[in-house]
Nanobody
Framework: QVQLVESGGGSVQAGGSLRLSCAAS????????MAWFRQVPGKEREGVAR????????YYANSVRGRFTISQDSAKSTVYLQMNSLKPEDTAMYYC????????????????WGQGTQVTVSS
């Protein structure tokens, strides 16, 4: 059974940094596609970043490109999201997701989801 557990969320002032972690069990992260999404109550879920274990390729939403970095430690089956220069509009619940099968894109469906970790950025 696949399980994704996020950690690292919290409260920070604008301009600060946080690093989110997603520990995967039961999932071959070394061969898969993992991503971070975020959601604010009342709004649609937004894809933030994804990483392909196949070729190490990454992709970022325009809203976070240049400030966030997604990375993966396959040996630990863990994916990270380093968030720098945080803005109040980054405030959201952040979810880790993993995908079965081929392809790695934020527009594709993801099969496994974590419970989320809250990030709050104050101005």
């Amino acid at each position: 059974q696949v399980q994704l557990v996020e950690s690292g969320g919290g409260s920070v002032q604008a301009g600060g940094s946080l690093r989110l972690s997603c520990a995967a069990s039961g999932y071959a992260s070394s061969r898969g596609c993992m991503a971070w999404f975020r959601q604010v109550p009342g709004k649609e879920r937004e894809g933030v970043a994804r990483i392909s274990a196949y070729n190490g390729g990454t992709y970022y939403a325009n809203s976070v490109r240049g400030r966030f970095t997604i990375s993966q430690d396959s040996a630990k089956s863990t994916v990270y999201l380093q968030m720098n220069s945080l803005k109040p509009e980054d405030t959201a619940m952040y979810y880790c997701a993993a995908r079965r099968g081929g392809g790695c894109s934020l527009t594709l469906s993801f099969d496994y989801w974590g419970q989320g970790t809250q990030v709050t950025v104050s101005s």
